[in-house]
């Protein structure tokens, strides 16, 4: 057998391919095809299944686009109902792959349809596990996304709990634990930074194996410190339940190179927005009036699916030159469908041409600092997450998460000043990028965030506090 774990962080997710004996398998494929049809080719290997842990929220799954291009069987546990064509299998079922086979394990909990896939050596024996998001390293999948009105998250929780306890605990010790996901995703709360570990190690150090917990003492433990998820969570299980666009053909649209004049046209259609991907020290030395900054080397799909509110949005892309195809790839993986063309020439045309452009202050961690002694009263709005905030702040400052901000940012005064940071400096940006487009002109941004402020002396800092959740 041969099996490689494609992790990509930006999502902190983790798709699988498993070959034996020339017959591959993919789990839980990003978006773009590319990587999967590469290794097998490489491999002279043929991909028989594409096994699907779930309906996933948090990016939108390559299945279909990969079943098209290799008659590979979509595959999903037992309960799910996809708008396409499928195997919905039962459980406990085998599925052949060479010399080894895959058992079906249906684990609902994290949604109704979960269910993880045991890889079983050419002796029948269990080799490893690929668990989705009902079971991470150090944590399990939260078992709030899939409420309805029938059905409760403390409902959910409970499903989860004999979901890990009759059909996970019971599999060896050296079963090897496949995640669908690490450190930094949504879909939990603590996972860790590591990507596998054996079951055994779990049932050791994951509070949720914990034996000798009990249903109530579970369903507490995996509901608290829960907050609200990204919006785009709902929308990205709805187009994988229901199919959507090939990214063949977003990719043709997206890549229509735009003059400035093209460009200038395309922003006065109605619902359109200019994104702005390059790193945030370009963005705050000059941008096009209106732009939301959201920056390609830092969590990008991620935050393109918090801050961009529709799906639907007619996005107006400009980067550096060559990374066009990346980003609308990785606007794609989230749900984004919608690129309507790149500014040929990116920011310098813009600026060549004599447009308009807009800029962003910065100040230096030092002089925040002496600003801050000799007016207490200096507006500042820490951007990081609410956990973040509460293990150490700035005393004095606001709590103003970036998460969130559409739904506050109203509450805010466009006649005020304000000073914005975070934990380093890219989501400040992207913060007073959208305070700048809500009409608040006299924004401040601080170079190094917290990291940097901590270390200034005179700042008065919050006692550390230990974190209870990454949310």
Partial sequence: MYIQQLYTGCLAEAAY??????????????RETEPYLELAKERGAQIKYILETHFHADFVSGHLDLANKTGATIVYGPTAKPDFEAHVAKDHESLPVGNASIEVLHTPGHTMESSCYLLKDENGKGHSVYTGDTLFIGDVGRPDLAVKTDLSQ?????????????????????????????????????????????????????YALNADMTREEFIESVLTGLVAPPQYFPKNAVMNKMGYTSLDAILERGMTALSVEEFEEEMSKPNSLVLDTRHQSEFTQGFIPGAMFIGIDGSFAPWVGALIEDLDTRILIYCAEGREEEVIKRLARVGYDNPVGYLKGGFSAWSNAG???DTIRNIAPEDYAEQFKLYPSIETLDVRKRSEFDAQHVEGVTNFPLDFIHQHVGELDKNKGYMVHCAGGYRSVAAASILKRN??????????GFKAMKEQESLPISALQEQTTML
Avoid: W
Avoid at 439 to 448: A, D, S
């Fill in 355 to 357: 447009k308009a452009i």
């Fill in 154 to 206: 403390e409902d959910l929780a409970s499903y989860l709990f004999d979901s890990l306890r009759n059909k996970i605990m019971p599999l060896a010790d050296e079963v090897i634990v496949y995640p669908g996901h690490g450190q930094g995703s949504a879909c939990g709360k603590n996972m860790s930074s590591e990507t596998f570990d054996t079951l055994g190690n779990q049932k050791k150090t994951n």
């Fill in 439 to 448: 009409g608040i002109g006299n924004v401040t941004n601080v170079l190094g």
């Fill in 17 to 30: 391919y498993i070959e034996s004996n020339g017959e591959a398998v993919i789990i839980d494929p990003l």
